[in-house]
């Protein structure tokens, strides 16, 4: 049977102060200036697949509608292409806005498990603590084995291409000072939290707004 | 003056050939570079999604050893690397509590950013720094055959760059025109590629990278040019499955550096010409059929 989903949101839906905490974010600041005119959602090159468009994100996003925001596809879309950014007439950074919604989406909780664009995201990050560099072959087989490992059956062709043409190491790269790197990183962790008044992406809990979600996708 | 050359962990990997091209042109053109000691991971794209500061301190460090080395330029050959490095610098100059996270994380390696430092893109660097008349006669072989799309992709131009025209961007095009190629009109040129969508959500990405081949070859270019490797794999890496989806739109796509290198006569070996999926000779010195 079809499911009746409901298409307008109420006040209840809202989780009051969202809003404002991404806005304190530096490079989130513009979020107020958006006039709504649909500038990002007509360039975008991936809108058309998006459940909300960039336009309607922003105007969720600063009336607090966090569950709406933080569970939709959008954020995983948006393919840091910047052309939003450049043509935004109110200069709102709607690339920076979507990495922090990203940011808060993978630390709370919110994404359809084994969706694979998050399961990248942390692999990727994963490695480049343990190795400092990142080695895309490696990573791509990892991200799929964790998300869709079916995926591995679908690209073995590409993966012989690669191979055939040399672009497929068998060994990972790696620095050579990586204890200095962990604690240059380590060491963020520390500080972002007094600093940056809590605004640390780490899932820390010291943000205001609630988690009052239950379901993914 | 020598040039910090930071390769990015692409360039090293799936986009070798950029390097290998790079490097080959450089040395042909009597450019200076070293490549940077101990360079990380720039904490580009799919890192951002995890933890922006961290991502600033990652392009911090390349930044801060390259200072310390007593560079005053990066040349930054990968398009993501290009857009973090110079995001961070950006990110710190406008944040105070950036810019203090960022170098009392850097403190604790006895690094620090304290010179201004200046990140450039190859594309820049040929252009401005080597000029169009001096490489004009530096071509050994003209690209006569070679009718080329300019394809920059997004993170060359957006946001950050000061080199080029962020809605019309003009550099590559004046390049290949001086190694004596057809620049074909490419209205797409700075449209996304897909990035790493083709890999996570297939249909999003695929579309993106079909879209721009068949542009290319509605537009009459027997070549792509490109300055990223994130593009060159897409638009090189997936024909099968776009062929199964859509249509065949097989063109080869090359670095811009391999492009050069070619007019200079350098070999294809040496410029890594035959680590192309869709071969060059697929479009390039072919008998002309009817």
């Known amino acids: ?217 | 003056m020598k040039y910090c050359y930071y390769p990015g962990c692409s360039v090293k990997g799936t986009g070798r050939a950029y390097e290998e091209s790079l490097l080959a042109v450089l040395n042909a053109l009597g450019i200076e570079y070293e490549e940077l000691e101990d360079w990380n991971c720039c904490g580009a794209t799919a890192y951002m999604a995890m933890d922006e500061i961290k991502s600033c301190v990652l392009a911090a460090r390349n930044i801060a050893l390259a200072e310390k080395a007593g560079y005053t330029e990066i040349m930054a050959p990968c398009s993501a690397c290009y857009l973090v490095l110079n995001k961070s610098l950006r990110y710190m100059e406008s944040s105070k509590p950036v810019a203090e996270t960022v170098n009392k994380a850097l403190a604790t390696a006895n690094l620090k950013i304290s010179k201004k430092i200046k990140v450039r893109h190859p594309l820049d660097i040929i252009l401005n720094d080597y000029g169009l008349d001096r490489l004009k006669k530096a071509v050994k072989r003209p690209l006569k055959e070679f009718k080329v799309a300019p394809y920059y992709g997004c993170q060359i131009i957006r946001p950050y760059s000061t080199f080029d025209d962020q809605y019309n961007p003009t550099s590559m095009d004046k390049i290949l025109t001086a190694l004596g190629a057809t620049v074909v009109e490419f209205p797409l040129k700075t449209r996304c590629c897909g990035s790493s969508l083709t890999g996570t959500l297939p249909e999003p990405g695929l579309l993106c990278a079909y879209i721009i081949l068949r542009e290319a070859l509605r537009r009459g270019a027997n070549v792509i040019s490109t300055g990223c490797s994130l593009c060159q794999f897409n638009l090189d890496g997936y024909h099968d499955k776009i062929e199964k989806k859509w249509e065949p739109v097989r063109i080869p796509t090359l670095y811009f550096t391999q492009l050069i290198g070619l007019a200079l006569g350098i070999d294809e070996q040496t410029l890594g010409i035959h680590r192309c999926i869709v071969p060059l000779s697929a479009t390039i010195g072919q008998p002309v059929n009817s």
């Open chain 1, 1 to 217: 049977m079809h499911e009746l989903v409901r298409t307008i949101k109420y006040e209840a839906d809202r989780v009051p102060g969202f809003g404002e905490e991404i806005k304190s974010v530096p490079g989130c600041e513009n979020l107020q200036s958006c006039i709504q005119c649909g500038t990002c959602s007509g360039m975008c090159p991936l809108s058309i697949y998006m459940d909300y468009t960039p336009r309607q994100i922003i105007e969720l996003v600063r009336s607090d509608f966090k569950n709406e925001v933080l569970k939709s596809y959008t954020i995983w879309l948006c393919a840091s292409c910047y052309v939003c950014t450049v043509e935004c007439p109110r200069e709102v950074h709607i690339t920076d806005i979507m990495y922090e919604l990203k940011q808060r989406a993978i630390h709370e909780g919110y994404y359809p498990k084994r969706f694979p664009i998050p399961v990248l995201a942390r692999e990727f990050f994963r490695m480049v603590f343990k190795y400092g560099r990142v080695t895309e072959n490696f990573l791509a087989t990892t991200m799929m084995l964790k998300s869709n490992w079916k995926g591995v059956f679908s690209s073995w062709k590409l993966g012989l291409k690669l191979i055939s043409t040399g672009r497929f190491p068998f060994k990972k790269e790696e620095i050579k000072r990586k204890d200095e790197l962990q604690k240059i990183l380590s060491t963020v962790d520390k500080l972002s939290i007094d600093m940056l008044g809590g605004i640390s992406h780490l899932g820390n809990g010291t943000k205001k707004s609630n988690n009052n979600h239950n379901n993914h996708h």
